[in-house]
């Protein structure tokens, strides 16, 4: 990644769009910076292997049958082992398409059919190249480390790209080079963002995605501190403040205002502790009806981002998210009662025509529409949301003595921190019942 922490990026705030593409080279390293670095819409994905920053890059070689025709120019590149090419009429359209074979990784560039060129009315994305030694402002350095982050699915790195474009694009600090950025920059760049009335949890996680940018350069040796380190809000933003933990009289309203065919799918959520990507990604083969338990295995992926929600199937959110977990039996002999003849390569919730339950036409149609409409305002001082479900199975399990380490398991969270973190308020809660476990067990005095 010589390219990545040099200095021959190209300043956002200088010459181009910076919602458009742009090629950077410097000797034989290609990057592409994409729209969606900056949470722009590009007209197709950027492929998994983006960016390209090694190897045999794509040459020109000019053909030439005899002195009385013309010139024609060959691109050509390797995929792997196997050699590529395609022919053009002219040095300009080749160099255009080695840049696009390039920004691909070295692959065939999306859209493009050889010996056709690009499908139908496909418009490539421009890709300008920007060459030299220029000074990189913050707001690109982030943005390409967020979108360079291969342990992310798509859709994250355009959130990422979102959020650097809404609060870091335009500001002071994202027009500082990244190099000159100090704690003092970092400082009054929260303290702008808490004048424009964010919440301390926006503000952490934007911090968060800018402080990881020079974290990386730290661990490369390019940079010698991370500015970013201690600046971020201290107020910290507890789980009750961002999720509504339902108590039973809430529990059975949400499952009453819930059309008919969907309150076995809410039901389940709620017995469940599944998230909503894995609860509409199980298949009917996934339940056990024997041992009464679920197979996770797969979840839904958000490949678009926010704007597009393009949604494909994938492993589920951490490592320890694919496990097995037992349902009551209630909630096992009502999923057994609904799945009798069904085959066991379908999903195991659906629409009533049979089709997948996607998130966003079910969020507005079915719980915001028909479901929070319905609730009592008075019962409900704060309007629910799906992942509240999870929430409250987390509460549910801690009020009934379960451990840290039993829910972070149950839940397939990648780690206890992260199940302390988000629920700790709720094992506090719970300490009064170890102090009354000692009572009886101690000597008299």
């Not at 190209?10 to 593409?21: H, I, M, Q, T, Y």
């Not at 190897?55 to 013309?70: D, H, L």
């Not at 792997?80 to 300009?92: L, M, S, Y």
Request: with cysteine; charged share 25%; glycine share 8%.
């Amino acid at each position: 990644m010589a390219l990545a922490w040099k200095a021959g990026w190209v300043n956002a705030l200088r010459g181009s769009n910076p919602l458009s593409s742009a090629v950077i080279r410097e000797g034989n390293d290609t990057v592409l910076v994409p729209q969606f670095a900056f949470g722009g819409q590009m007209p197709v994905p950027i492929p998994q292997f983006w960016p390209y920053t090694g190897g045999q890059m794509a040459s020109i070689e000019e053909r030439k049958r005899s002195e009385s025709t013309p010139a024609r120019w060959r691109v050509i590149w390797r995929e792997g082992k196997d050699k590529h090419f395609e022919t053009f009429p002219t040095r300009e359209k080749a160099e255009e398409f080695r840049l696009h074979v390039e920004a691909s990784g070295n692959h065939t560039p999306h859209g493009w059919t050889s010996g056709y060129g690009w499908i139908g009315t496909f418009i490539p994305p421009a890709l300008p190249v920007i060459e030299g030694e220029q000074s990189v402002a913050t707001s690109l350095f982030v943005a390409a480390a967020a979108a360079r982050r291969v342990r992310a699915n798509e859709g994250t790195r355009r959130t990422y790209g979102e959020m650097t474009r809404r609060y870091i694009l335009g500001t002071t600090f994202g027009a500082t080079p990244w190099q000159e950025v100090t704690a003092e920059t970092v400082s009054d760049w929260v303290l702008e963002l808490r004048g424009r009335g964010l919440s301390p949890k926006t503000i952490r996680n934007v911090h968060s995605v800018a402080s990881s940018a020079w974290k990386e350069a730290v661990q490369a040796g390019t940079a010698p501190r991370n500015p970013c380190v201690g600046l971020g809000p201290s107020e910290k933003t507890y789980p009750e403040d961002v999720a509504t933990f339902l108590n039973p009289s809430q529990r059975e309203a949400v499952i009453q205002a819930c059309p008919t065919h969907y309150r076995l799918l809410l039901l389940f959520l709620l017995a469940s502790g599944l998230r909503w990507s894995e609860a509409t990604a199980l298949w009917v083969s996934d339940f056990n009806a024997k041992a009464g338990t679920i197979r996770v295995r797969r979840a839904w992926k958000d490949t678009g981002g926010a704007a597009t929600g393009v949604y494909v199937l994938g492993p589920p959110k951490t490592e320890r998210g694919r496990r097995t977990v037992p349902l009551d039996p209630d909630t096992a002999a009502l999923l057994k009662k609904s799945l009798k003849g069904r085959a066991g390569d379908v999903f195991l919730f659906t629409k009533p025509d049979g089709d997948i339950i996607r998130w966003r036409p079910f969020y507005g149609a079915v719980w915001r529409n028909q479901i929070c409409r319905d609730l009592d305002t008075v019962l409900f001082p704060r309007r629910p949301k799906p992942h509240d479900l999870r929430h409250t199975h987390v509460s549910i399990l801690v009020a009934g003595g379960a451990s840290l380490l039993e829910v972070s398991r149950r839940l397939g969270h990648e780690s206890v921190a992260t199940t302390g973190d988000r629920y700790s308020h709720l094992f506090d809660e719970s300490e009064s019942r170890l102090a009354l476990m000692m009572t009886g067990t101690l000597p008299k005095l």
